[in-house]
Nanobody, 119 residues
Framework: QVQLVESGGGSVQPGESLRLSCAGSGFRSEYDAIGWFRQAPGKEREGIACIRKRDGTTYYADSVKGRFTISEDNAKNTVYLQMNSLKPEDTAVYYC????????????WGQGTQVAVSS
């Protein structure tokens, strides 16, 4: 059973940084991948980053490219999302999710962590 737990959310001012963590267990597939998503109030969920565990390939949405970095620590079974130059429009609940098929068809989700960016 795959389990995911996010942490690291909080309230920051525009231009500041946060690092989110996604601690996981139960990974089994050669094609495991972890993605980060976010959902702002009144908006659809948006996929923003993903990392393939088999080769470390990363993907980013245009909205975060150049500002956010996804990485992993395999020894800790943890995936991180480093978020720099945060903007008010980054305010959302952030979720990590697990895919057994290389960043598609996510089957397990964490509980989410709130990020608020305001001055």
């Amino acid at each position: 059973q795959v389990q995911l737990v996010e942490s690291g959310g909080g309230s920051v001012q525009p231009g500041e940084s946060l690092r989110l963590s996604c601690a996981g267990s139960g990974f089994r597939s050669e094609y495991d991948a972890i993605g980060w998503f976010r959902q702002a109030p009144g908006k659809e969920r948006e996929g923003i980053a993903c990392i393939r565990k088999r080769d470390g390939t990363t993907y980013y949405a245009d909205s975060v490219k150049g500002r956010f970095t996804i990485s992993e620590d395999n020894a800790k079974n943890t995936v991180y999302l480093q978020m720099n130059s945060l903007k008010p429009e980054d305010t959302a609940v952030y979720y990590c999710a697990w895919s057994a098929t290389d960043c598609t068809n996510y089957k397990h989700w964490g509980q989410g962590t709130q990020v608020a960016v305001s001055s």
